[in-house]
C-alpha cells in the first residue's frame, strides 16, 4: 500500500464486500462523517468526498508536515503528557507518515467496529424475536476497510 505523504493528495476509496453495504442508514453517514471530522479532518484537508451504500470515495490533500507534526505532538502530549522530554524528540518522516496512515485506520477500525456492534446487536434482536428464522448474517458479512484503495493525484 503506498504510504500517505505531507502536502500530497489522494483518492481514497472502499467498496464493501460482495453485495453488502457499508452505510445502511442516516446514522452510519452521521456516525462516519463524525469520526471522519475527529480522525482525519485535523491532518488533511477535503476536498471531496461521496459516501453511497456500499462505497466511498474522499479527495484529500494531506496538511503540511509542519502542521503532521503539531497535530503529532498535541495528540501524544495529551497521551503522554509525564513522559519526560516527550517534547524534545525529533519527529522524523517516517513518524509523520505512520501517524498519517494511523489516523485513517483509526477511522476505518472505528466505523467498521461500530457498525459490525449495531449490525450483532440488531442481529441478535431479530432472531430473539423470531425464533424460526435463523439469523442472516455470517462472518464473512461484517465489513472491513482494511483493504481500502489509496491513489496518488
Do not use: W
Not at 94 to 120: D, G, M, P
Amino acid at each position: 500500500m503506498e504510504k500517505l505523504q505531507p502536502n500530497s493528495s489522494y483518492h481514497i476509496f472502499n467498496h464493501a464486500n460482495g453485495f453488502e453495504n457499508i452505510f445502511t442508514e442516516d446514522e452510519n453517514y452521521r456516525f462516519f462523517l463524525d469520526k471522519y471530522q475527529q480522525y482525519i479532518l485535523p491532518i488533511a484537508e477535503t476536498y471531496a468526498y461521496c459516501l453511497l451504500p456500499n462505497h466511498f470515495h474522499l479527495v484529500v490533500r494531506i496538511r503540511r508536515k509542519e502542521v503532521i507534526e503539531e497535530v503529532y505532538r498535541n495528540f501524544k502530549s495529551t497521551n503522554f503528557s509525564k513522559v519526560p522530554n516527550f517534547g524534545k524528540v525529533e519527529i522524523t518522516d517516517n513518524i509523520i507518515e505512520r501517524f498519517i496512515s494511523k489516523q485513517f485506520a483509526n477511522l476505518f477500525s472505528c466505523y467498521t467496529q461500530s457498525f459490525n456492534k449495531v449490525k450483532t446487536s440488531r442481529s441478535a434482536t431479530d432472531s430473539r424475536a423470531q425464533t424460526n428464522k435463523t439469523s442472516n448474517y455470517s462472518k464473512r458479512d461484517y465489513q472491513s476497510f482494511s483493504e481500502y484503495q489509496i491513489k496518488n493525484i
